[in-house]
């Protein structure tokens, strides 16, 4: 069996792949990995005949030109979060199987969400601040909400969703979810209370948004669905910016209707200096971070070790993606 690493030769797919997990690649086939960049002049003699190729940022999309080069090839896994920047028609019509790692950048958005809905609930940047210039917690116990008895909503229940509701699992809260594709048995489930976007938007004391980036999410935040929120709740945005329109959440925030906003993501990205998100001191916002960053890129790499044992295996992969989902994927 032949596997082609493909994915351009730079210091993302180093971290991704480093040495001893290559090694690795190399116990289950005969690996050919690309020294070069991202044209078809490097990858595609790289990816002759293989029977597996590996994907990852920066990638190709890859076309019948690609595909002619490899006729028995049987599986595409993509070291990365989405495929829609890789996959051609052409890949479904010849019956190749495609798995990739979006989970495993799924883990740390999750994980940084919990972090923000701790820190930000706790005060903990305006505190500092406070501490720094001289004070102490002169209102800490009017400013300060603890991780208990309160609703987290979470709009979008795939992978970082999921992940986060297992996270939240220790705390005591009432979990409610929106998500049109999530049934009200797979909600129970979770443990989670299945409700529609109003509902979530009006109940929930941190409000966590983990949609998709399709046409049909853009600015799903905007003056109105704002306005159905507690004044004193917060909003986490860790997946895409143009689900939101900040222009609207600028205003809502600035008019006091918001205790706090952390935001990994802008849209655009980076942000203008100009945005006026950036002069509001309760408003976090972080340079895109929440996913894998340096170290924690080993995180798709051992993840698509492990996909690749269960196709060797036989076993259902952890994250295929198919045709049929296609359409709700995000292109970012």
């Not at 209707?257 to 952390?262: E, P, S, T």
Request: some cysteine.
């Amino acid at each position: 069996m032949k596997i082609a690493l493909i994915a351009a030769n730079n210091r993302n797919r180093s971290l991704i792949f480093p040495p001893h997990l290559l090694e690795k690649l190399a116990m289950h086939g005969d690996l050919s990995v690309n020294m070069g960049g991202d044209c078809p002049e490097d990858i595609k003699p790289v990816m002759k005949d293989a029977d597996i190729i590996i994907t990852s940022w920066g990638s190709p999309h890859i076309t019948k030109e690609y595909l002619d080069v490899a006729p028995n090839l049987k599986l595409i896994l993509h070291a990365a979060g989405t495929v829609a920047p890789i996959i051609d028609d052409e890949i479904w019509k010849r019956g190749i199987r495609v798995i990739c790692a979006g989970i495993a950048i799924a883990r740390g958005v999750a994980e940084t969400t919990l972090a923000l809905m701790i820190s930000a609930s706790k005060d903990f940047y305006r505190l500092n601040n406070q501490v720094h210039e001289g004070g102490w917690r002169e209102e800490a116990e009017k400013t300060v909400v603890d991780m208990v008895d309160i609703t987290i909503g979470i709009i979008g229940a795939g992978m970082t969703g999921k992940l986060l509701i297992e996270l939240l699992k220790m705390y005591e809260f009432d979990i409610v979810v929106y998500d049109p594709y999530v049934t009200e048995e797979k909600c129970a489930e979770m443990g989670v209370r299945k409700v529609g976007l109003e509902e979530l938007m009006r109940t929930a004391d941190i409000v966590s948004l983990h949609a998709s980036a399709i046409p049909e999410t853009r600015h799903m935040i905007n003056a109105e669905t704002l306005k159905w929120m507690k004044k004193d709740a917060g909003f986490i945005n860790t997946s895409r910016g143009m689900l939101v329109d900040e222009q609207a959440l600028y205003e809502h925030m600035a008019a006091g209707n918001l205790r706090f906003a952390c935001l990994d993501v802008t849209d655009p990205e980076p942000p203008v200096f100009e945005n006026p998100l950036r002069k509001l001191n309760n408003v976090i916002i972080l340079p895109h971070i929440a996913g894998v960053v340096n170290n924690g890129l080993v995180r798709m790499g051992r993840h698509t070790l492990k996909e690749l044992e269960l196709y060797e295996a036989g076993k259902p992969a952890i994250h295929e993606i198919t045709e049929d989902i296609m359409f709700r994927i995000g292109k970012s």
